[in-house]
């Protein structure tokens, strides 16, 4: 059984950080993309940052500079470390991994910016 699972998140003031993380379980994790999304209330879910099974990162531009994605095959774990956080980083943030047209989601964790 294919499980992900995030964790990480929580309640951050203006300017501060987290590093959200997300464990695989039931794949071979390093052949897979690892994606981090986002989905604030009343808003459609986001692509946050992306990372290849070869490493490659990609980020959006709304968190550029402030967020990096990383992998640890051997512990089949990704981590998105997000600093400088905004209110406007609010959201609940969801981990996906993808293979050709397989995707598996992990169920999301709560982060809150706000003073």
């Known amino acids: 059984q294919v499980q992900l699972v995030e964790s990480g998140g929580g309640l951050v003031q203006p300017g501060g950080s987290l590093t959200l993380s997300c464990t695989a379980s039931g794949i071979i994790f390093s052949i897979y993309d690892m994606n981090w999304y986002r989905q604030a209330p009343g808003k459609q879910r986001e692509l946050v940052a992306a990372i290849t099974s070869s490493g490659t990162t990609n980020y959006a531009d709304s968190v550029k500079g402030r967020f990096t994605i990383s992998r640890d095959n051997a512990k089949k774990m990704g981590s998105l470390q997000m600093n400088s956080l905004k209110p406007e980083d609010t959201a609940v943030y969801y981990c996906?991994?993808?293979?050709?047209?397989?995707?598996?989601w992990g169920q999301g964790t709560q982060v809150t910016v706000s003073s």
């Open positions: 996906n991994v993808r293979l050709s047209i397989t995707i598996y």
